[in-house]
Antibody, heavy 120, light 106 residues
Framework: QVHLVQSGAAVRQPGSSVKVSCKAS????????ISWVRQAPGQGLEWMGR????????TYAQKFLDRVTITVDKSTSTVFMDLRSLRFEDTAVYYC?????????????WGQGTLVTVFS | DIQMTQSPSFLSTSVGDRVTITCRAS??????LNWYQQKPGQAPKLLIY???NLQSGVPSRFSGSGSGTEFTLTISSLQPEDFATYYC????????FGQGTRLDIK
């Protein structure tokens, strides 16, 4: 099964951007899509978007359409999530999660999470 | 977007209790419903997929049922390690989650 390891915590100022990475190992990278889900402190889970590495095709939640870009480097099995124009309310733990390309679409496994703090 | 509503939001329970959590979708999602468990400081963990399928390695005290707009997660006999927050998630269209149900020790 694929294993996902994310980049470390980041602190950014409002208006700046952050790029979080998610490196896959084990399993077959092209058998999965990779989604990004965030969780603000004490809050629930919010899906941001996904990429299918095999097709290099990304789709985004309407809420994030103009501020997020998800890309993939297939040579290193790494997916990146770039969030721009950061606001205080973007402070959250950002998770990547694998979704099978074929069959049922559930999130499994998940990365360990990356805390992004927007602070001035 | 399909809205997912869980009930209750909070449940005070005891070891050995039978627990049922309900998740309702704003429109039919057939059986495209998954359940996750999250403990503090950890990523969510998949428990049940496609409404009633137990993920490999998940104890059999967890079960899921439902179709259409109403779904349930049942824990037959609560164990100490089950005190956590549980989320439902629909995969019928762009994913959305319920707001979560937190199980606390009575």
């Amino acid at each position: 099964q694929v294993h996902l390891v994310q980049s470390g915590a980041a602190v950014r100022q409002p208006g700046s951007s952050v790029k979080v990475s998610c490196k896959a190992s084990g399993g077959t990278f092209t058998s999965y899509g990779i989604s990004w889900v965030r969780q603000a402190p004490g809050q629930g889970l919010e899906w941001m978007g996904r990429i299918i590495p095999r097709l290099d095709m990304a789709t985004y939640a309407q809420k994030f359409l103009d501020r997020v870009t998800i890309t993939v480097d297939k040579s290193t099995s790494t997916v990146f999530m770039d969030l721009r124009s950061l606001r205080f309310e973007d402070t959250a733990v950002y998770y990547c999660a694998a979704v099978p390309v074929a069959g049922s679409r559930f999130f499994d496994p998940w990365g360990q999470g990356t805390l992004v703090t927007v602070f001035s | 977007d399909i809205q997912m509503t869980q009930s209750p939001s909070f449940l005070s329970t005891s070891v050995g209790d039978r627990v049922t959590i309900t998740c309702r979708a704003s429109r039919s999602i057939i059986t495209s419903l998954n359940w996750y468990q999250q403990k503090p400081g950890q990523a969510p963990k998949l428990l049940i997929y496609t409404a009633s399928n137990l993920q490999s390695g998940v104890p059999s005290r967890f079960s899921g049922s439902g179709s259409g707009t109403e779904f349930t997660l049942t824990i037959s006999s609560l164990q100490p390690e089950d005190f956590a927050t549980y989320y439902c998630q629909q995969s019928y269209s762009d994913p959305t989650f319920g707001q979560g149900t937190r199980l606390d020790i009575k």
